[in-house]
C-alpha cells in the first residue's frame, strides 16, 4: 500500500512552494513540465498511478484554452518583420488533431511541444523547414533533375553555403484549445524487448490476445490557426509565393508533428479576409525608417505607391510622415502630383 499519495518528489520546502494548480495567466508548458504532482511513494520508489488519477488526471489540468493577448501580438509582430524582410506568410488551420513533442521526456510518458516564453504549441523553424524540404525532395522528386537540385540549393543551401530563404517558428494566431487524447498500442511486450528475444510462452511477441495499454496524451483540437512565416535573405531571387504554395501542400497532404501516418498534423490553408493593399503598404513602410539620410530606397516608394488601387491614398500618407526635406526632388515632385 502507498504510504504517500499524490506528492512531488522533492523537499517539503520546495513542494509547499510549487504552485498547487494551473490557473489563468500561467505558462501551461511550464506547469505541465515541471509540476507534475501525481505520484504516489510505494516504500522508497515514487511512482505514477496506472489509473485515471495518474496520467490522464495531469493531462487535462492543461486541457482547454491556453495562451492569452500575448500570442496574437507576437504573430502580429513576426508578419511585419517577414514584410520588412520581402518574405509572406501563410496561415493553416488544423484540419483534426495536431501534437508536437510526443518524443519529450515527462512522467506521463509522453511529452508535449511548449513555445518557451508564450506557454501554446508550436513548431520550430527547424521543422517548418525540414516538412517542405521533404515534401520537395521526396514528394515533387526535386533530386532528379540538373534545374531541381539548383533549385533545392537556392531554396534550402547545404553545407556550404546558406540558402535564399529564411524560415520562423510557426505560431498559433491566438490562444489554442487543447484536450486529452488516448492511443491503445496491443503489443507492448513486443516493442519494449520482444524483437530481442521472444518468450516461448507468447508473452512477448505480437498477437491479438495482448490486452491493449490506452495511453493518454495532449493534442491540439481541430479548427487552431498556426502562422507560418518565411522570408527571403538579401538580394535573393526566390518567389516567396511559389515557396508558400509548396508548403501548403506539405501541410495538406503531409502534416507536421507527431503521427502524420495517422492523419495528425494535416493542416488546411486558412482563407481569411485579404489584406488592405493600403495598410500593408503603411506596415513596410514604417519598418523601413525612410529620412534624409536613407534616399537611395526613394523609388522603391514609389513603385509601391503605383502598385496600390488608389496611388492617391499612398502619397497623402508617405507626405504627411515624411515631410520635404526627407524626400528626394523625383520623390517630392511625384508625391505632389494629383
Known sequence: MPSQTHKRPLPQVLSDAAPKKFGKGMHAGLWFDRFFDKYEKHDKDWQVPKDDSGKLAWIQTVAGEVGGDAVSTLADRQKKLVIALEGDSLVAKTDWHFVTGLGNNHPVENGFAWHPTLGVPYLTAAAVKGLLR??????????????????????????????????????????????????????????????????????????????????????????????????????????????????????????????????????????????????EFKIWFGTQKFGSGNKGRHAEIIERINQLSNPQDGKIFVKTNMGKKDCTKGLWAFLSKK
Not at 533549385?151 to 553545407?159: A, I, K, P, S, Y
Not at 510557426?170 to 487543447?178: D, M, N
Not at 513486443?190 to 495532449?218: C, M, R, T
Request: glycine share 8%; net charge negative.
Open 134 to 279: 521533404a515534401w520537395c525532395e521526396e514528394w515533387l522528386g526535386w533530386k532528379i533533375s540538373e534545374e531541381e537540385k539548383k533549385r533545392l540549393l537556392q531554396w534550402f543551401g547545404d553545407e556550404t553555403r546558406a540558402g535564399e530563404l529564411i524560415f520562423f517558428d510557426a505560431l498559433p494566431t491566438g490562444p489554442v484549445t487543447l484536450k486529452a487524447d488516448v492511443m491503445t498500442p496491443h503489443y507492448g511486450e513486443w516493442y519494449e524487448k520482444g524483437a530481442q528475444k521472444p518468450e516461448s510462452d507468447g508473452s512477448n511477441v505480437p498477437a491479438d490476445w495482448h490486452n491493449p495499454k490506452p495511453i493518454p496524451f495532449l493534442v491540439v483540437i481541430p479548427d487552431q490557426t498556426f502562422q507560418f512565416s518565411v522570408a527571403l535573405r538579401p538580394c535573393a531571387t526566390t518567389n516567396v509565393g511559389d515557396v508558400l504554395i509548396e508548403l501548403e501542400q506539405a501541410l495538406q497532404y503531409l502534416g507536421v508533428g507527431a503521427k502524420t501516418a495517422a492523419g495528425y498534423g494535416r493542416m488546411s490553408n486558412h482563407i481569411v479576409e485579404k489584406p488592405d493593399p493600403l495598410n
